[in-house]
């Protein structure tokens, strides 16, 4: 039988594993592989994905995928076991100082070298809570070079000779996602001094497989087994002596969210890089395990391979295991000849034929069968835990077949109406207020002192007018990320992604890709930045380039001037068509994105559920602050210069005089230029461009030059005008501050392309509208 044939509420036996290359990989790295019980608890409401329990965590999968995975029935016995292990047994407490494993007197590091760590774990382990914790407010967030992953880097608290760095979460070091690649060649390449290895303990079994692979880098590690807070609350606990012995890495239990052992995790860690304290082994095969096939394979790859992984500078454990999974990257780096790599592949095929499963299967079960018996001996597992018995209840409702939709739409429209119309504008009008009491009193001081008028000019009308907006912005876009940040840790953003793949991936993208899309209705800056949590640049790219289409609130003054003026009667009709030609024309452009530039599919969704948990204050108050350093950032440079060159074209004419009418500026002459290009589609007159060229600054702006260009006669345009300019308006360019964003993630190329390609959209969309409107 095939997984997505099983029922709802049923257990099997996963028997074999289909599908090829790293999706495979990716699979086996998340626990899939033969022998491992499997119980479906339920299909998303549109019938895909699929919801499973797996390792005793939740994972999705689509119909499509689980159809590669035959499974068989389920074996009774697993049940005894687990009541097997429930005996009562005295937990270590927090912290042992290091009693239960050896520590090495060697050489230590010289004094004044700076001990880095790398701080590697799962998604949803607590990776970012411990590092806030480590770090207090020593940090700078930037991005890892040559990719736009996310980059923290911070001192740990009253260590300074010390460097942390916060990697994207990852399941396993084969290179999945642009992030996992992002981690696996930091450890590899950047030799960080040790590594601090976050290990969910609620999520045990699965974290550990991270561990394992770790532990073949050769770096010296401290596992910190977070979350003990919600073990123990569940009457489950760790031996952590036997774990420590048995991993041969020091390992503590800690709780991030509570400051709990994090010293202890602190000394720790300092005392195995500065003594270069490296696992006391790395050999988990076991020799009895199906006869050793994948033990003797291992080894013998070892000594195989042992002196180009030398030359390589590459652990040679590793490499071992990568090579016989068949890892191309690193066939590469490694230069072996044509008769190692024969033997390579005898080695394998003999260790394929006797383990009776194919080389990534039987790798994979080699960590798992480990990871099991470290399990077993050490682990006490916690009765149904109370969070996944609270998630199991929000659940129902929040992915329940008839509710997700209505409750979705009910989220987010909370979140909308409470950011742009509640809480976003009273703190916006405040600010407003503090930056025009603070142009007044420029304006005082530059008068008083008698300031050349064109200097004034540009600070008045320019940097306070043009930044003074942008930065107005600032309460609204945190608001936003607030209440985001809140759905994303709290872990509805997952199910949300859950609930809408079935429709995303009609237009060739994942499930992921709806939380950008979304927050773009709000402001198109925080959505580009927010494509970054998505798994491949793929899927990246292509949301980043939708999102302009989502109509966003800096719009709704344009709608709301011309419609006022043109249709006071059906306002709302003519707005609410406006967001659905936007929605549609981002449909269109979708499927012709994946005809073209992005061909292919979108990545399987492979994704994990986790519990739902409350974020702790100081998380979202530390992500608030880096996203308002960043916006403000950036209004300080990119938009700061972009508005005084405007700035300057609309106060200077040729001969560099200041203008007292903007007709005869150098802007004026520009949109002159320009008029003919826009007279097709009705936009011809200069005022017109004009207001639509300081769109481009920012989209309120079109509403304050037209007004003064204009005045009174706007009535003089005509409806079909009026038409073509809101079309026009929902689609072209976004602002300087949405292409800066892009220009961040993607590049100046593409940057530049999205401002000509929306520029087209929007012309050909209006042009279609008035052919429309000219035949009646
Ligand atoms: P990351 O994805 O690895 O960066 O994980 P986060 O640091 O964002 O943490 C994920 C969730 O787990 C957040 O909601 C945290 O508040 C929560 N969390 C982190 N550490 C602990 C802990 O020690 N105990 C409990 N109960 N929750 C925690
Ligand atoms: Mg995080």
Redesign the pocket.
């Known amino acids: 039988m095939k997984l997505n044939e099983l029922k709802p509420g049923l257990s099997a036996v996963i028997e074999e594993v289909g599908g090829e290359g790293a999706l495979r990989q990716h699979f086996l790295d998340m626990g899939v592989i033969p022998g491992t019980e499997v119980t479906v608890i339920k299909l998303a409401p549109m019938g895909d994905p699929m919801e499973l329990r797996i390792h005793g965590y939740e994972l999705t999968l689509r119909l499509a995928d689980a159809e590669k995975i035959s499974v068989g029935p389920a074996d009774r016995k697993t049940d005894e076991q687990k009541k097997k292990i429930q005996r009562s047994q005295e937990h270590p407490g927090l912290g042992e100082e290091g009693r239960f494993h050896p520590k090495g007197t060697g050489d230590p590091l010289p004094d004044g070298t700076t001990l880095t760590f790398a701080l590697v774990?799962?998604?949803?382990?607590?990776?970012?809570?411990?590092f806030n914790q480590l770090t207090g407010s020593n940090q700078h967030v930037g991005n890892f070079p040559g990719v736009t992953v996310d980059r923290k880097d911070g001192v740990i608290r009253g260590h300074s000779d010390t460097l942390v760095t916060d990697l994207p979460?990852i399941y396993s070091m084969s290179p999945y996602s642009s992030e996992e690649l992002v981690s696996r060649d930091f450890v590899l390449k950047n030799h960080p001094k040790a590594i601090i290895n976050?290990v969910d303990a609620t999520n045990i079994e699965r974290n550990l497989y991270l561990t394992m692979q770790l532990l073949e880098m050769n770096i010296p590690m401290v596992v910190a087994l977070?979350?003990?807070?919600?073990l123990r609350g569940n009457g489950g606990t760790v031996d952590v002596n036997v774990m420590e012995a048995m991993l041969g890495v020091p390992v503590v239990p800690?709780?991030?969210?509570?400051n709990e052992g994090v010293d202890e995790l602190i000394r720790h860690a300092i005392h195995v890089a500065k003594y270069q304290e490296k696992p006391v082994q790395q050999d988990f095969c076991g020799v009895e395990d199906h006869g050793g096939a994948v033990h003797r394979a291992l080894h013998a790859v070892s000594h195989l391979i042992e002196d180009h992984a030398k030359r390589a500078e590459l652990p040679v454990r590793f490499s071992a295991s990568k090579l016989i999974v068949g890892d191309p990257l690193l066939q590469e780096q490694l230069e072996l000849d044509q008769n190692e790599s024969e033997m390579l592949e005898h080695l394998v095929l003999q260790m394929e034929k006797e383990r009776g499963m194919d080389r990534a299967a039987s790798i994979a079960d080699m960590r798992f069968a480990f990871i099991r018996k470290v399990c077993d001996a050490s682990v006490i597992r916690p009765h149904e835990s109370k969070e996944r018995i609270r998630s199991e209840k929000i659940d129902r409702v929040l992915t329940g077949r008839y509710t997700a939709i209505p409750f979705f739409i009910l989220i987010m429209g909370a979140v909308f109406y409470l950011t742009f119309f509640l809480i976003g504008p009273c703190l916006q009008d405040l600010l407003q207020g503090g930056i025009d009491a603070l142009s007044d009193a420029a304006r005082q001081g530059m008068e008083a002192v008698h300031v050349n008028a064109s200097i004034q000019s540009l600070v008045l009308d320019g940097i306070f007018e043009g930044v003074g907006t942008v930065v107005s912005f600032l309460p609204v876009i945190v608001i936003l990320f607030f209440f985001l940040s809140l759905l994303e840790?709290?872990g509805y953003v997952a199910r949300v992604a859950f609930v809408m793949d079935k429709l995303l991936r009609r237009i060739g993208l994942s499930g992921r890709s709806i939380v950008p899309m979304l927050i773009g209705f709000g402001c198109t800056v925080p959505a580009v930045m927010s494509t970054r949590t998505l798994p491949s640049a793929r899927d990246r790219r292509m949301t980043i380039l939708l999102t302009p289409f989502m109509s966003c609130t800096a719009k709704m003054p344009i709608y709301g001037f011309f419609v006022s003026a043109f249709f006071p009667q059906h306002g709302w009709l003519i707005i609410l068509g406006l967001y659905l030609l936007g929605i549609l024309t981002g449909i269109l452009v979708a499927l012709l994105f994946r005809k073209t530039l992005f061909k292919g599919e979108a990545v399987p969704f492979v994704m994990e559920l986790p519990n739902y948990?409350?974020?702790?204050p100081r998380?979202v108050a530390q992500l608030l602050w880096e996203k308002a350093k960043d916006f403000l950032h950036r209004a300080f440079s990119v938009i700061l210069i972009a508005t005084i060159v405007v700035w300057f074209l609309k106060s200077f004419d040729f001969r560099l005089n200041l203008v007292t009418d903007s007709h005869d500026s150098i802007l004026a002459a520009i949109a002159g230029l320009l008029a003919p290009v826009m007279s097709p589609v009705g936009l011809g007159d200069w005022r017109i461009v004009t207001s639509l060229i300081s769109g481009f600054m920012a989209k309120e702006s079109v509403v304050s030059v037209m007004q003064t260009l204009f005045g009174g006669g706007l009535a003089s345009l005509g409806t079909l005008t009026a038409v073509c300019m809101l079309v026009f308006s929902l689609l072209y360019t976004p602002c300087v501050a949405a292409i800066a964003a892009i220009r961040r993630e993607m590049g100046r190329k593409w940057a530049l392309g999205v401002v000509f390609w929306q520029c087209a959209v929007a012309w050909i969309a209006a042009l279609v509208v008035r052919l429309i409107g000219l035949l009646f």
């Open positions: 774990g799962n998604q949803n382990s607590g990776k970012t809570t411990l979460g976050i977070n979350m003990m807070d919600e800690i709780s991030a969210a509570k840790d709290s948990r409350f974020p702790t998380n």
